[in-house]
């Protein structure tokens, strides 16, 4: 039986029993910080660690924390793990920055953290599991380029500046654009990962740049859907942009089937159940194996032992040959 209750510090908690593994006293507790649950691709991450086999026995209690894209808050929610004597913390940050601080706090206290989906510049993370931003970014690029022969006029829609996403796909991004001189960028900021700011941002576009905008580069699919809204709603088609984003939500995956849109996914479940194995042997030690399948869907990625540092995830692009399967795949 599942259990789950919103918590006073903006969380949701898992309790779940059946068990995998020996039977404690107590759950061991794992505080899953985000930084928001507003868009689908934290949602799904979220939701993930609630089907991971460890909090389906009972064995472990995830309280999954809405950082409200404020990385003060963030602070406030480490330190309340911290005074709450949670086991292990799983970290998504918004601010590659001013991570660093709570995360030295929790190292302080002695609690391990495993950063997953944004990196923290700090070498106090005890492990990594995300995907490779930097992948990311070269991936959008080149799909969008590709669609328009390597040249042409694109707008780039970015995520919240200073988060490691927005960093690392820029990168990408900006050196594949370095390659091909007869591509121009006619605009270029950020949405905060949010459909309702890409659309507000897309509509500007289109009236000041009447008739020049070709390609939209997307830095996540939630910012792509929101800039084919503004199409949409400018009597524009669709058909005649080449728009491109990542992590492949429900919505993204219904627009590359209708022929709207390219997008990668980021696999939430890898991410979020492959970062609580790691934090599970932290806290176990070398007796705790990886519950979770997705160790064994990936062959890239190899637990190791769950001692290495960093586990790259791999992205998929979705294709026409495979989105039906990654829909009913979601709707499970």
């Known amino acids: 039986m599942r259990n789950i209750k919103i918590a006073a510090v903006s969380s949701i908690t898992a309790s779940l029993l059946i068990g995998a593994f020996a039977v404690a006293d107590e759950p061991i507790r794992v505080g899953a910080a985000t930084y928001g649950l507003q868009g689908e691709f934290m949602q799904l991450w979220s939701n993930s660690l609630q089907r991971h086999p460890a909090v389906e026995s009972g064995q472990v209690e995830v309280t999954v924390f809405d950082g409200r894209y404020d990385a003060l808050v963030q602070n406030n929610q480490f330190e309340s793990m911290i005074s709450r004597q949670y086991d292990a913390i799983l970290f998504v940050p918004i601010d590659a920055d001013a991570c660093a601080s709570a995360v030295a706090m929790a190292a302080s206290a002695g609690i391990p953290v495993v950063g997953s989906n944004a990196l923290c510049n700090t070498d106090q993370l005890a492990a990594y599991v995300g995907s490779d931003d930097v992948l990311a970014g070269e991936m959008l690029a080149n799909s969008v380029l590709t669609q328009l022969d390597y040249q042409g006029n694109v707008v780039i829609l970015e995520g919240p500046i200073g ?118 042997r932290l806290v176990k030690g070398e007796s705790y194996q990886p519950l979770s399948p997705i160790w064994d869907e990936y062959s890239e990625l190899e637990w190791n032992d769950g001692q290495s540092e960093l586990y790259y995830v791999p992205w998929t692009p979705v294709t026409l040959d495979n989105v039906e399967q990654l829909l009913e795949k979601r709707a499970r």
């Not at 654009?177 to 507000?200: F, G, H, I, P, Q």
């Not at 905008?213 to 005649?240: K, T």
């Not at 080449?242 to 980021?266: C, N, P, R, Y």
């Open 163 to 280: 988060q490691t996403g927005q960093i690392d796909r820029g990168r990408g991004i900006d050196k594949v654009l370095s390659e091909y001189s007869e591509v121009n960028v006619l605009e270029r900021r950020t949405a905060n990962w949010s459909r309702a700011e890409a659309m507000a941002l897309m509509e500007n576009w289109l009236t000041s740049h009447r008739g020049q905008i070709q390609g939209v580069i997307a830095q996540n699919d939630e910012m792509a859907i929101g800039a084919i809204e503004a199409i949409i709603a400018s009597g524009l088609s669709v058909n005649d942009f080449a728009i491109a984003g990542a992590d492949g939500i429900t919505d993204a995956l219904t627009a590359v089937k209708e022929g709207h849109m390219e997008s990668i996914l980021q696999d939430a479940d890898a991410q979020a159940q492959g970062g609580l194995d790691v934090a599970l």
